[in-house]
Every structure is written in structure tokens, then in C-alpha cells.
């Protein structure tokens, strides 16, 4: 019999130059405290099911064994995106500016019918807040 998805957790991992900054960092905008804080990754529970990790560059630097570049190569660079739809988009956003993100677009309506502001994370990952357009 074929799993599906919908039985196997999902996790999403970004790779980042300091894993003690970034931990620190997403335990204040998810406010909540890692499910897993050991040497070479981080876990925190975003939904049932689904996990944001947190990996020191060099950790997985080790494991491409010079296959690919070196993730420190595109620090700065917009890597990924964690899309984040919040019914509390104003207390999202006062949880990024505490930690020290770096507001990119503030909030603003956008086409696909979400009002969306941009911020990045101390490695330039991007972190949407969104929240259902006021009509």
C-alpha cells in the first residue's frame, strides 16, 4: 500500500551561518521554543505535521562534500520564502521587528487577494507575513 503525504511530517530546512542567532531569532517571531536544539540542527513546529529546521551552513557544507558551492556563497541572497498567513498579522510583524529582522515591503495589498509585508531574517531568507485582504 502507497503512504501518502498527509502521513509522513513535513520539514523545511534553511541553512545559516549561525545556528545559536537563528534559533534565537525564530524562537521569538514563532514565539515558542525548539522541539529539537542540538549541534547541527534546530526544529521548531510550524503546524501539525510540518517542522522548520534550522542547519549551520558548514553542517551541510560536510554532507555536499564540495558537489555544490558552499551555501555561505549566496548569504544575502534571497534563498527561500516562509509564507506565513497569520490572523495576528500585527503581532507577526511586532515579533520580526523585536528579533531584529529587516523590514523589506511593508504590509500592502497584493493580486492574489492577501495583504503581504516582507521581512528577512538575519541570513536574508525572506519571511512573508500575510493576512486575507479587508474588503
Request: hydrophobic content about 40%; some cysteine.
Amino acid at each position: 500500500m502507497k503512504e501518502t503525504t498527509q502521513n509522513n511530517p513535513f520539514e523545511f530546512i534553511i541553512y545559516v551561518a549561525d545556528q545559536v542567532c537563528s534559533r534565537n531569532f525564530y524562537a521569538t517571531v514563532l514565539n515558542s521554543q525548539p522541539l529539537l536544539d542540538v549541534p547541527g540542527m534546530t526544529e521548531f513546529e510550524l503546524s501539525a505535521g510540518c517542522k522548520l529546521g534550522i542547519m549551520p551552513e558548514n553542517g551541510i557544507a560536510r554532507i555536499l562534500q564540495n558537489r555544490l558551492p558552499h551555501p555561505a556563497s549566496g548569504n544575502g541572497i534571497p534563498r527561500c520564502e516562509l509564507y506565513m498567513l497569520s490572523a495576528d498579522a500585527p503581532g507577526l510583524m511586532n515579533r520580526l521587528n523585536e528579533a531584529g529582522a529587516t523590514l523589506v515591503s511593508p504590509m500592502a495589498d497584493r493580486d492574489w487577494g492577501h495583504s503581504v509585508a516582507y521581512y528577512a531574517d538575519p541570513d536574508g531568507h525572506i519571511i512573508a507575513v500575510a493576512r486575507e485582504q479587508v474588503r
